[in-house]
């Protein structure tokens, strides 16, 4: 170790059985997704907390749960209407027994659920704590994924 190298702390929890929360965190993820592919702003929103945070695609943060269900609606009624999206989990941190990170790959995909993109067209983070027992979603960010060429 040089002199100007320093420990790093560890923070994921990698003791823990977390087989229950990682259940959760998907199920989370596939109600938005779900949401999304029905055009039910609802259920694409239902996971986030009150004062929850998103960025969006083209990097406009939306704040608090009541403009989040606002900006799903209005999507979902508009752009959205008939687009299609197949999402998975690509990974899932525990930072703290009740605090997770987890990544989303994003395809755009048909009304039947064909592939429409080979690669991820978008990638997402989100930062999720657990209230009371159950998984909430504090943040999230999309991120585009440029084409290849």
């Known amino acids: 170790m040089s002199a100007t190298a320093f420990e790093r702390p560890v923070v994921a929890d990698h003791t823990a059985d977390h087989a229950a929360d990682i259940a959760a965190i998907r199920q989370l993820v596939t109600d938005v997704?779900?949401?999304?592919n029905t055009n039910d702003a609802e259920l694409m929103v239902s996971g986030f907390t009150a004062d929850a945070a998103a960025?969006?695609?083209?990097?406009?943060?939306?704040?608090?749960?009541?403009?989040?269900?606002?900006?799903?609606?209005?999507?979902?009624?508009g752009f959205l209407a008939d687009e299609y999206v197949r999402y998975e989990v690509t990974?899932?941190?525990?930072?703290?027994?009740?605090?997770?990170?987890?990544?989303?790959?994003?395809?755009?995909?048909?009304?039947?659920?064909e592939p429409i993109d080979r690669d991820?067209?978008?990638?997402?983070?989100?930062?999720?704590?657990?209230?009371?027992?159950?998984w909430w979603v504090a943040a999230r960010q999309n991120t585009p994924v440029p084409a290849s060429a």
């Open 33 to 36: 997704e779900t949401g999304y």
């Open 120 to 134: 991820p067209a978008m990638v997402a983070l989100y930062v999720l704590v657990q209230e009371d027992g159950r």
């Open 55 to 77: 960025g969006n695609a083209v990097g406009a943060i939306v704040s608090g749960y009541d403009a989040l269900l606002d900006a799903a609606r209005y999507g979902l009624a």
């Open 91 to 113: 990974d899932i941190v525990f930072l703290r027994p009740d605090i997770a990170i987890a990544h989303k790959a994003a395809r755009a995909v048909t009304a039947q659920g």
